[in-house]
């Protein structure tokens, strides 16, 4: 008889996230079995063994997966559970597939045409792009940021350093922000690799299972494309993870256990002293700044590329349209003469037209009319959220409230304007101004025929006329036949009362201006605004990434948010406003009693979403120079019912 540490899947009992079963057979560490819960059964996994406890014990039922899972993803699981603050249980559920337990039927395999290879034996590397290959050869192990500007070939560099780890004969994780990224990096991947397993969120369950199983048993090095998650696919030997776009908010997970692939990635890198690479043409500011402080440190080196691949890409035109002037109006409320005259100018031509609007940005916000003065908290220095009911401006942030101008206070102007524009809302304009050009519109409510991923040949072949959409279209794409890039209203991001709203402006406004200017064609770019001197958008226009960091950055310091602080974000959920209002503030002032002296808490507030179905939101947001202070405070909220916890949110929204 022999005894194992056994950690469920499930929460059996608060607090504890271990239990002693016995076995008659030998059981290795990884391995998930099936356990007894008072008259139920579940999963778990064998934690390691142990020796004979005082008290009785349980029999394990069986074993559910005879392979054992990757040491290093247990190392990961334990470390995920210590450095977020969370259940070992839910950490377990989110990395293992759903259905363990379900008897698959055995499905015939789909059959699939053998990509047309192309051939590279003439494929020649720019002077950036061999630059870094022979940074990254010479570094061993360590996080590092590939900085390329969008076209400067990271795709090309992704498979250099995936091959030679293939070679040596271990396996690499590429992760991508979204699905519809993937179809054109498996393209390129399947150009060089055989072994290619892809995982993603639209997969069934039982598919999932299934493509689990193929790589948990697969003894060959493969690569291992997908989404977040897919950075726990159980490889045998890893060797090298790849995160492209890294800047983008999908890597940090919203539900229980909230961690970050970027975090949790780099965690595997130092403990398996591997490379892993996060490639982005605007890195977040904080990852920057902390890769400066190593490269400062003669530590891991910041790789920039500004070099396009192709040398004969022509940069676009560029026309900034302020929508402040009305002349520039005359024919549409949100299409300019500019625009349109572009739009008109590449369909006669038979050339591909992208028209983008910020959708992250579309709630109800103040702003001016004629000088694109915005409504902003005067103590966060964020945009104040419209309140129709209280007839109120509101931060979310700190609880300040102001009455709504009836003029502008900085130039007078009596026309205040309260809302956005919505991506079907241009769909139904460009379809009766461009009736018999073929439309699609490509958003977070595209139907599932509808996606960038199902379309995608139509839209790199130019079979689309018209590309509407929002940032699902603003990156990664390569699209040959595109001729002009269209921002609706450049600015309608900034509306959001988050510190990260500028970043984020800048970040999507860069990457859908490098979807032109790949090539040798002329192209052009029209970006719309009603702030025309904003830094995110005059950085974002030239894709100056140095000079929004340095701006940026300063205003973080000088605003207290990170990488100068870490942020707890406590979010109180009832079925009533008021019950919501009343424990938000009851907590907060505990919290200020006990904690007060090395903490700063904003709020309690409104959430940004005040109300999600049938409950209420209302949160607090608590900054400290130490993380250690934070996870204290986290803890005792863990266990709370009415409580979400979130260390480190990307944003506060």
């Known amino acids: 008889m022999r005894y194992y540490e056994i950690a469920p899947t499930k929460i059996i009992r608060s607090g504890s996230d271990f239990f002693t079963y016995h076995s008659d057979n030998d059981l290795a560490v990884g391995q998930i079995v099936e356990i007894p819960v008072g008259k139920k059964q579940t999963a778990g996994v064998v934690w390691c063994e142990v020796k004979k406890p005082k008290f009785e014990t349980r029999g394990i039922d069986g074993i559910i997966v005879g392979q054992p899972v990757s040491a290093h993803l247990l190392n990961l699981t334990n470390w995920i559970s210590q450095y977020y603050g969370a259940p070992l249980a839910q950490v377990l559920s989110g990395i293992l597939p759903s259905g363990l337990q379900k008897t698959r039927r055995k499905l015939a395999e789909k059959l699939h045409e053998p990509p047309v290879k192309y051939d590279r034996t003439n494929f020649l590397f720019t002077q950036d792009q061999q630059a870094a290959i022979k940074t990254l050869d010479r570094l061993k192990s360590g996080t590092v940021i590939l900085h390329g500007r969008t076209g400067s070939g990271k795709t090309a560099v992704y498979i250099d350093q995936a091959k030679k780890v293939i070679d040596s004969g271990k396996s690499v994780i590429l992760l991508v922000p979204e699905i519809a990224l993937t179809s054109q990096l498996v393209k390129n991947f399947e150009q060089t690799f055989n072994n290619i397993k892809l995982i993603h969120s639209r997969m069934a369950e039982s598919e999932r299972h299934k493509v689990w199983l193929k790589t948990l048993n697969d003894e060959t090095p493969q690569v291992i494309i997908g989404a977040r998650s897919a950075l726990f696919s159980p490889v045998r ?9 890294a800047h983008e908010p999908s890597f940090k997970q919203e539900q229980t256990p909230k961690y970050s692939a970027l975090r949790a990635s780099s965690f595997l890198a130092h403990s398996l002293k591997i490379k892993t690479i996060f490639g982005s043409a605007t890195p977040l500011v904080e990852d920057y700044f902390l890769a400066e402080r190593a490269v400062q440190n003669s530590q891991v080196p910041i790789i920039e590329m500004n070099q396009l691949a192709k040398s004969s890409a022509k940069p676009p035109k560029i026309e900034l349209v302020d929508l402040t002037k009305k002349h520039n109006l005359s024919k549409h409320r949100f299409f300019s003469n500019q625009l349109l005259k572009q739009i008109s100018a590449s369909l006669d031509q038979n050339k591909q037209v992208l028209i983008y609007h910020n959708r992250r940005g579309s709630a109800s916000i103040t702003t001016c009319h004629e000088c694109g003065w915005m409504a902003l908290c005067s103590r966060c220095f964020l945009p104040m959220t419209l309140h129709v009911d209280k007839h109120k401006l509101v931060c979310h942030v700190c609880g300040r409230e102001e009455k709504i101008p009836t003029a502008c206070p900085v130039c007078g102007e009596a026309e205040i304007i309260h809302k956005g524009i919505g991506t079907k809302m241009i769909e139904d304009e460009i379809r009766k101004l461009f009736p018999s050009k073929k439309i699609a519109r490509f958003d977070a409510d595209s139907e599932k025929g509808q996606t960038v991923e199902k379309l995608y040949n139509e839209i790199v072949s130019g079979e689309i006329d018209i590309i509407i959409g929002t940032q699902v279209i603003a990156k990664g794409l390569d699209m040959p036949k595109l001729q002009t890039v269209a921002v609706v209203q ?3 991001g900034l509306a959001l009362p988050d510190f990260t709203s500028s970043e984020r402006n800048f970040q999507l406004l860069a990457q859908v201006i490098g979807r032109v200017g790949r090539h040798a064609s002329d192209t052009n770019v029209i970006v719309q605004t009603y702030q025309l001197d904003s830094p995110s958008i005059q950085f974002g226009i030239k894709q100056d990434y140095n000079g929004f960091y340095q701006h940026e950055i300063a205003i973080r310091k000088k605003t207290n948010f990170p990488p100068f602080v870490y942020i707890l974000k406590l979010t109180c959920v009832y079925k009533t406003e008021r019950s919501a209002i009343k424990n938000a503030r009851t907590e907060a002032a505990i919290i200020r009693v006990k904690f007060g002296q090395n903490i700063q808490i904003l709020g309690p ?29 986290a803890a005792e909220f863990t266990s709370k019912p009415h409580w979400r916890v979130d260390i480190d949110p990307p944003s506060l929204l």
Do not use: C, H
């Open 490 to 492: 450049a600015d309608a």
């Open 605 to 633: 507030t409104p959430a940004f979403y005040e109300r999600i179905g049938e409950t209420y939101r209302w949160q607090i947001v608590i900054k400290s120079k130490k993380r250690g202070d934070l996870q204290k405070i």
């Open 237 to 245: 030997n890893l060797g090298l993870i790849i995160i492209d776009e």
